[in-house]
Nanobody, 124 residues
Framework: QVQLVESGGGLVQAGGSLKLSCAAS????????MGWFRQAPGKEREFVVS????????YYSDSVKGRFTISRENDKNTVYLQMNTLKPEDTAVYYC?????????????????WGQGTQVTVSS
């Protein structure tokens, strides 16, 4: 089993930055692809970004491309999401997820383990 715990969320003004962390315990993440998803109030959970097992390949949704950056430190069993130039429409609960596959994926069904989420609120 893998437990994922997100941190780093909070309230920020539009144009500001936040860095989310996702720390894993129970098993090493070094062979897993990882992803970040988000769910805004009244909306379905959506894909944000994914990274393959060694960080060589990443995939971003169009809505965050150029503003968000995913990274990972396998020796620390941690994945990060640097969010810059935040917009009010980025307001959501952000979830970290781990896939048993080594290649990154945009599909929620490909992710086996999920964190509880961290709230990000961007004020205008």
């Amino acid at each position: 089993q893998v437990q994922l715990v997100e941190s780093g969320g909070g309230l920020v003004q539009a144009g500001g930055s936040l860095k989310l962390s996702c720390a894993a315990s129970g098993r090493t993440l070094s062979t897993y692809a990882m992803g970040w998803f988000r769910q805004a109030p009244g909306k379905e959970r959506e894909f944000v970004v994914s990274i393959n097992w060694n960080g060589a390949n990443t995939y971003y949704s169009d809505s965050v491309k150029g503003r968000f950056t995913i990274s990972r430190e396998n020796d620390k069993n941690t994945v990060y999401l640097q969010m810059n130039t935040l917009k009010p429409e980025d307001t959501a609960v952000y979830y970290c997820a781990a896939s048993l596959w080594s290649s990154s994926s945009t599909r929620q069904a490909d992710y086996t383990y999920w964190g509880q989420g961290t709230q990000v609120t961007v004020s205008s």
